[in-house]
């Protein structure tokens, strides 16, 4: 073989050699532990602080997953079968909303749950529109109904967590509200996301535009901070319904806000931003200053793709 055929041989085998190794995942600012879950791909993932997947599996339709402090993982496989499983995923639990309950026969879905401090797994179905706790059983052991003015058995809820208080914070996707709800089922506080003066647009990507709110979660100081879905924004709402704090779509250099996902407040007063059906030039996950400065992003549409609503950080390096 020629000098120059056998120095293209080796730098190509090099070069081949090399890009397996690449880690996929692209994190600007200080390096985290992330779990990601994206549908596109069917993948649910701990990300190590350099990239590499620590822990996966496939998954299909998802919109919630947790990683509880024994180290197991709590998510769901397609809408309605939510499923525990140990770091070396032996499955522990399991919970099918379709066929328990009072739900066999009926549409059903699930975009949200949590598992409690008592040991309880809180689930939000829409379709029967309802909140249940069920015990390791699939026991209702409380059930709370829920107001939706458009149902729709895909988008009666969202994001839904329990708060300190014992009530329960709620995004109605199709109603554009966010309710919340005490221990009975009475809404003692709503807000309705507003479209700012804009018409809706259908779709899932930067073009379109509405009002179908995502997330909300309660903020120490006593407001809200609400994910708008296809709102592409950040609201921080506070107990009078006055709009205190946002970003909005083009707010950040750079980055376009698509369908903005969970949303989360950190103990530094920084804000946590999922960015999902943004597009391959924008990243999934972001943390942004109160002056709106981006400070960290994360993106991977290698592992990944376009429809990647849940995003949480789990460490910082």
Same mark, same amino acid.
């Given at each position: 073989?020629?000098?120059?055929?056998?120095?293209?041989?080796?730098?190509?085998?090099?070069?081949?050699?090399?890009?397996?190794?690449?880690?996929?995942?692209?994190?600007? =600012?200080?390096?985290?532990? #992330?779990? *990601?879950?994206?549908?596109?791909? /069917?993948? !649910?993932?701990?990300? +190590?602080?350099? &990239?590499?997947?620590?822990?996966?599996?496939?998954?299909?339709?998802?919109?919630?997953?947790?990683?509880?402090?024994?180290?197991?993982?709590?998510?769901?496989?397609?809408?309605?079968?939510?499923?525990?499983?140990?770091?070396?995923?032996?499955?522990?639990?399991?919970?099918?909303?379709?066929?328990?309950?009072?739900?066999? =026969?009926?549409?059903?879905? #699930?975009? *949200?749950?949590?598992?409690?401090? /008592?040991? !309880?797994?809180?689930? +939000?179905?829409? &379709?029967?529109?309802?909140?249940?706790?069920?015990?390791?059983?699939?026991?209702?052991?409380?059930?709370?109904?829920?107001?939706?003015?458009?149902?729709?058995?895909?988008?009666?809820?969202?994001?839904?967590?329990?708060?300190?208080?014992?009530?329960?914070?709620?995004?109605?996707?199709?109603?554009?509200?966010?309710?919340?709800?005490?221990?009975?089922?009475?809404?003692?506080?709503?807000?309705?996301?507003?479209?700012?003066?804009?018409?809706?647009?259908? &779709?899932?990507?930067?073009?379109?535009?509405?009002?179908?709110?995502?997330?909300?979660?309660?903020?120490?100081?006593?407001?809200?901070?609400?994910?708008?879905?296809?709102?592409?924004?950040?609201?921080?709402?506070?107990?009078?319904?006055?709009?205190?704090?946002?970003?909005?779509?083009?707010?950040?250099?750079?980055?376009?806000?698509?369908?903005?996902?969970?949303?989360?407040?950190?103990?530094?007063?920084?804000?946590?931003?999922?960015?999902?059906?943004? &597009?391959?030039?924008?990243?999934?996950?972001?943390?942004?200053?109160?002056?709106?400065?981006?400070?960290?992003?994360?993106?991977?549409?290698?592992?990944?793709?376009?429809?990647?609503?849940?995003?949480?950080?789990?460490?910082?390096?």
């Amino acid at each position: 073989m020629p000098h120059h055929s056998l120095r293209l041989f080796v730098r190509t085998a090099l070069l081949a050699l090399s890009t397996s190794f690449i880690l996929h995942a692209e994190q600007t =600012g200080p390096t985290r532990r #992330v779990l *990601a879950a994206d549908d596109s791909t /069917g993948l !649910l993932a701990i990300v +190590a602080p350099d &990239g590499s997947l620590e822990w996966q599996m496939k998954v299909g339709a998802i919109h919630d997953a947790w990683v509880l402090p024994n180290g197991n993982i709590l998510f769901q496989q397609g809408w309605t079968t939510i499923t525990e499983v140990t770091p070396d995923k032996k499955k522990v639990w399991e919970y099918d909303s379709a066929k328990m309950n009072g739900n066999e =026969g009926k549409r059903v879905e #699930v975009h *949200a749950f949590q598992r409690l401090s /008592g040991g !309880l797994t809180m689930i +939000a179905e829409s &379709g029967p529109a309802r909140i249940i706790e069920v015990d390791k059983a699939g026991k209702i052991q409380k059930e709370v109904r829920l107001k939706v003015d458009h149902p729709s058995p895909h988008s009666d809820t969202r994001l839904v967590r329990k708060l300190k208080n014992g009530n329960y914070l709620v995004a109605h996707e199709s109603d554009g509200f966010v309710r919340e709800y005490d221990a009975r089922g009475k809404v003692v506080w709503d807000f309705e996301v507003p479209l700012f003066g804009k018409e809706r647009k259908g &779709g899932h990507g930067p073009e379109a535009f509405g009002n179908s709110v995502f997330s909300a979660s309660r903020l120490p100081n006593g407001n809200t901070l609400i994910g708008s879905g296809n709102g592409h924004s950040v609201l921080e709402v506070t107990s009078k319904k006055e709009i205190v704090w946002k970003v909005e779509q083009n707010d950040l250099p750079g980055i376009t806000l698509a369908w903005v996902t969970r949303v989360e407040r950190l103990p530094n007063g920084n804000t946590l931003i999922g960015n999902c059906h943004a &597009g391959p030039e924008n990243p999934q996950f972001i943390e942004v200053t109160k002056a709106r400065k981006v400070v960290w992003t994360f993106k991977d549409f290698k592992n990944f793709g376009n429809s990647m609503p849940v995003q949480a950080v789990l460490s910082r390096k």
